[in-house]
């Protein structure tokens, strides 16, 4: 299990190089809301070298409270592609980003909201638009933050592609 983890560490690392790169060629800023991921996303990109010339910030609201008062995120269920939309959306609103991702779900040991351990839901939100992603990663905790800060990660990647540079 160690050696998965390190493999998604590696991914992880990877990628933020790569979100780094598209977000500075592109004149992009980033910001994520997260709650699955606890800040760990936010590390990842943090660490990617010039962050602060491209990366926001992050809002972490593992409290359901939270997403709802400073996200935004209607009240009920927020293990739902809806509720990863609205964290985008007031990230990107809280921090005037250019690209914010919303990451929700289920680590697990068990489920939660009627959703299965390993249940996420992802979304980018840019000025093009909005683009939802939903996971199942069967997985101990631990390996489904890592699976899911490399698929966040994956989704920015391929939405800072379609985002008009900045002037």
């Not at 977000?23 to 990109?45: C, D």
């Not at 990366?55 to 935004?72: D, E, I, M, N």
């Not at 990863?84 to 489920?111: E, H, I, K, S, Y």
Request: proline content about 4%; overall charge negative.
């Amino acid at each position: 299990m160690a050696g998965v983890v390190t493999e998604e560490f590696d991914a992880a690392t990877n990628l933020a190089a790569e979100v780094r790169a598209a977000a500075l060629a592109r004149g992009l800023t980033v910001g994520v809301a997260e709650s699955l991921t606890g800040g760990a996303l936010s590390a990842s990109l943090a660490r990617a070298g010039d962050a602060s010339e491209w990366f926001a910030g992050g809002v972490v609201a593992y409290h359901r409270a939270t997403k709802y008062s400073v996200l935004g995120v209607p009240e009920g269920p927020v293990v739902t592609a809806a509720a990863a939309r609205a964290m985008a959306n007031g990230c990107r609103r809280l921090l005037a980003v250019d690209v914010a991702v919303g990451v929700t779900g289920v680590g697990g040991p068990g489920p939660e909201e009627g959703e299965p351990a390993g249940t996420v839901y992802l979304c980018v939100v840019t000025s093009t638009g909005a683009t939802e992603a939903e996971h199942r990663f069967a997985a101990e905790p631990d390996q489904v933050v890592e699976r899911s800060i490399v698929a966040a990660l994956q989704l920015i990647v391929a939405a800072i592609a379609e985002v008009p540079e900045s002037h």
